[in-house]
């Protein structure tokens, strides 16, 4: 996962978007630094949420080109088991908070643009695309 990752010029990826059935996903927010290791999350948990959302610009390797603001709580706590198997909790915020909802939404079949609140932007980005007549219809 991490070499596909790495390979597509991604920050995270999710086991489904790889055809594997697990709740697993990996993150390296900062690829161009060796000094700041990928994340591997396994079988993660939200622990809580903080009531302030921000937006930001999402783009996932699922849906290529496509890239449109979604707005997601600001911070994030979660528990998960690291690669070695051992239990471990992270608070994250800004891109972390944002990638970690992004790759847990995949573990539940959730894509960003399910969470896009300015539909017209998602039509027309959708359409500028070439995503399906039927993909945008059921936007
Ligand atoms: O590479 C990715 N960049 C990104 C940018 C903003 C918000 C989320 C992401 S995740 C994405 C890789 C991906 O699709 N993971 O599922
Ligand atoms: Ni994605």
Redesign the pocket.
């Known amino acids: 996962m991490l070499q596909t990752m790495y390979s597509a010029d ?5 086991a489904p ?1 790889v055809g594997v059935h697990k709740q697993v996903i990996v993150i390296d927010c900062e690829p161009d630094k060796p000094e700041a290791p990928p994340l591997v999350l396994i079988n993660p948990t939200i622990k809580s949420t903080s009531g302030e959302v921000s937006p ?7 849906i290529p080109g496509v890239y449109l603001e979604v707005k997601r709580p600001e911070v994030v706590e979660v528990s998960y088991r690291d690669e070695y198997g051992r239990p471990q909790t992270l608070k994250a915020k800004e891109l972390l908070s ?2 970690i909802q ?2 847990m939404d ?1 573990l539940n079949g959730v894509l ?1 643009v399910d969470r896009v609140e300015n539909k017209l932007a998602l039509t027309e980005e959708l359409v500028k695309h070439k995503f399906s007549p039927k993909a945008v219809k059921a936007v």
């Open positions: 991604g920050i995270g990826l999710a978007q930001f610009q999402e783009g996932c390797l699922s944002t990638v992004h790759e995949h960003f």
